[in-house]
């Protein structure tokens, strides 16, 4: 909404079209989990620290391409002569105390409200998914492996098995796909996904049982680790291009100019963003087993 501010349409559509490849609030909880889980806690030279430089990395990686992108769409779709840039900076103040606190405040519930509200509603469809229908289950395996065979006869688990050859590549199961699918309503849903894939809670304590259960998971044929660093970073690499949010996808919709010609650029917007995070993983996955990384 801020580039209602840009006069010149083909800049202010450019600027629709990047300005979610930078990186949001929305994408730390996955950076977060994988981060914690999946990078070590170690000291890089001049004392910063590996997994602080992965979280850095990741900003501005999404920083880059969202440059790259905008000079691409202005010498493509949205061609039209250079404007020098006039901005008129207002006089800065400290706020006070009690408007800080104000809006704070206002911006929290209103995550709460949004947010909160559709992550908890597709956590209680997933949880049905996962559960339903009930497969018969020989009692006498081990209860990891009951849950395992339920998981896989169920709702959730068939759409997984179908999702599984496009993730495949990338060096994904059909469990990561499934949490990337849901992730499109939010993309904090992803970490409420795996939660309720793997049987885990929400909590702090629970984090950290899903950080165990995440390195403890293993390819059923081949018995490798199905995560590993290398699929971790691929993976935030995913969400720093993948436009997994339904509300921008609105948004972009109404700003564009709504109807069809807002639809058109959504559809533009989320095709060619899918695209990069797709291509951009591949590549992670890819050329880090081929130099001996996986």
Known sequence: MATRVIENREDRLATIMVVPLMSCSARLPVYTLLIGTFVPASTL???FGLQ??????MYLLGTLAALGAAAVFKRTLLKGPVRPMILELPTYRWPSLRTLGVTVWQRAMLFVRRAGTVIMALSIVLWAMATYPRTEVDPTLPEVVQAERQLEGSVLGRVGKVIEPVV??????WKIGVSIAASFAAREVFVSTMGTIYGVGGS???????????????????GEPVYTTLVAVGLMVFYVFALMCMSTTAIT?????????????????????LGLAWFSAFLVYQVGRALGWG
């Open 52 to 57: 602080g430089a992965t979280l850095l990395g």
């Open 253 to 273: 919709v109404r700003e564009a100019g709504g109807g069809r010609l807002g639809w058109s650029w959504a559809a533009i917007q989320f095709g060619y963003m």
């Open 204 to 222: 702090d304590e629970d984090t950290g049982a899903l950080s165990d259960r995440l390195l403890a998971e293993r390819h059923p044929e081949t």
């Open 168 to 173: 495949r590549p990338l060096g994904y199961d």
């Open 45 to 47: 030279p001049l004392g």
